[in-house]
């Protein structure tokens, strides 16, 4: 997470703040794909990840020029924008999706409750659970406005298939609002987490 520094206090309008987030995306992103290539993945899947990192750098740089008008939602989208990065740069070992109205990653979504449907399929002899975006911390949510969120308790426990919904209370946002959101899914071993990763969804709300 990057949180707002003094660019945006020293940004004298909006547009020059866009401008300094789309560079720093540009610029981050020249990190992810060198640690793609110290991964030494082959040639295939090195070249895969760092074409996902491209599709990122330009879809966020899209959002930010324009979704982001004010500098809370440029922050927002700036953020989500690294996180994808870090996602797909580190790979994921098993079966794992996150879905608004079927899309994934980037969506649009009507004021109101945003379902997201979170699907993993651990590899054999695993289960998956959703687990703590960090220790006091169910779910990584940024929204522009005040929003909540519930889910399952049950997609707490391992299973081995998850198919679940996070549903997040967007009923307080406005048209133009933006929200983002990073669940963790743990895939278990013998009572142990064997692997987490994280996925990160970016929601325009219409």
């Known amino acids: 997470m990057f949180a707002a520094d003094a660019g945006s206090e020293r940004a004298t309008n909006i ?3 866009q401008n300094t987030c789309t560079e720093f995306i540009i610029d981050i992103s020249r990190d992810y794909k060198d640690w793609v290539d110290r991964y030494q993945l082959g040639e295939q899947e090195t070249a895969r990840r760092k074409g996902v990192i491209e599709n ?3 879809t ?8 982001g008008t004010t500098i809370k939602k440029v922050d927002i989208i700036m953020n989500d924008g690294v996180n994808k990065m ?4 580190a790979g994921y070992p098993f079966g794992f999706e996150a879905l608004v109205l079927g899309k994934s990653r980037y969506a649009t979504h009507p004021v109101g409750d945003v379902r997201i449907n979170v699907k993993a399929v651990p590899r054999p002899g695993r289960l998956v659970r959703i687990g703590n975006y960090q220790k006091d911390e169910l779910l990584l949510l940024s929204a522009s406005a005040q929003v909540g969120f519930s889910l399952s308790q049950e997609s707490r426990k391992g299973a081995d298939i998850l198919d679940d919904y996070i549903i997040i209370d967007a009923k307080n946002c406005q048209r133009g609002d933006v929200l983002s959101l990073t669940v963790v899914v743990e895939e278990m071993q013998d ?5 987490s990763r994280g996925y990160s969804t970016l929601v325009l709300l219409t």
């Open 60 to 67: 966020t740089n899209d959002w930010i020029n324009r979704f």
């Open 86 to 89: 870090a996602e797909n740069t």
């Open 191 to 195: 009572d142990y987490v064997a692997e």
């Open 56 to 58: 990122i750098v330009k």
């Open 15 to 17: 547009e020059d703040y």
